[in-house]
């Protein structure tokens, strides 16, 4: 059916069914906006009918600044760039739930400061109309059956909220005081300025232990936004950057570094978290001690060798690739002697091929004193260019390799001839000449004569 046919029967059924729904006249009763978006509409799926589905062209991966970019993917994250671990604990059974209320002080500390302070005025504010509310009693069984005033100058239920409040705070107006004629009163007593000297100090070191908590010096710690892989001494290495901003470094700082993937075992067995160590090193330190000394930035170095996980990834293998390195930088923070830890990650998108970073340290000389070096934090996450193949580590080893070889043949040839030349020119300066081995005997015979 072509589509002017189709066209006919679409505007005819549109303007029967508006007749029908409105049983009166078309000329004027029909919407004739409403009735040309619907013509419009079915007109575009017709087309669509027609022509088939559209299919969206992926353009691969194209080349700029030395990496390959390709379509913007949903990359799964165990760690994201500010160190907040992305995982969820599901289906927990019903008794799961109290596992928090088992450990109150650690839930409180982790808790939000909004949250705290509303838990504690709530516990104050219920103490102190618990125990006002028992003055009161106190104060009206002793008035009633034993015409004792148990408390001075408490008239009403108010009042006796008042004389809680005072006392558990030890605010003492000088007005309200308790008699000693009621033992259950100094009981009462008793027991207020224990409980409130519990909530208290419970308050006071809640608030002591989130204060001191090492959690924000980890902003400090900068991480490079993007690890490169590049060239350096003839090898090849993964490097990304960090500096600590303060003054005062951490004290026994150390780092660890994991590849995180999914991997199948032998057995068919999936783990979906299956993490790898990499060894890391910095400028020439072979130590792989894990240690670091972070006075000024440092790039940390993951060699790929044939050991390393990405011995095997070219340029363009990093991009579609399914892994996460996971960083952990730990250290003990000098003022307060406790261990905090930072922590980043790079997917394969964020690794830049081909790469190096910029050296940001230079020396300022001035007229006063001895001058300073200088950090400049603005370029800390820059990088540069350089000249690698988009081959995988194998396969630019390969190639030294065969250039290596070439070239040993090469000089082997050229240190060849020049010995050959070094022979010819001695036998000439001795006065013998080289002759084929046809004419030895006439040359022979020619020098006996």
Known sequence: ?????????????????????????????????????????????????????????????THRNGRAISRKMKRRRLVDKKGRVHLNYVNVPDRGKLYYLSDQFTTLIEARWRYVILIFSLVFIVSWLVFGSIWWGIYSYRLKYSNITCIEKVHSWTSAFLFSLETQTTIGYGGRQITPDCPEGVICLLIQCIIGLLISSTMLGLIFAKLSRPHRRRTT???????VIGPRDGKLFLMFRIADLRKKQLIESHIRVYFIRRHKTLEGEEIGCFRQPLPFTYDNDNDDDEKVFLFAPVVLLHEINEDSPFFDYSADDLLFADFEIVVLLEGIVEPTGMTMQARTSYVGEEIHWGHLFVDIMSYKDTSIGDGHFSVDISRFHETFKVHLPRGSAREFYKARRDRNGRANEQENSQQQEMEENIDLTDASHSGISLVPNGDVGKQAAVTKL
């Open 221 to 227: 710690i900068l991480f490079s936004r993007h690890a």
């Open 1 to 61: 059916m072509n589509t002017g046919g189709n066209l006919f029967l679409i505007v005819s059924a549109l303007l029967t069914r508006v007749k029908v729904e409105d049983h009166t006249p078309i000329s004027t009763s029909i919407n004739y906006r409403r009735v040309l978006t619907r013509v419009k509409r079915a007109v575009m799926e017709l087309e669509l009918d027609v022509t088939g589905p559209r299919i969206r062209e992926e353009k691969g991966p």
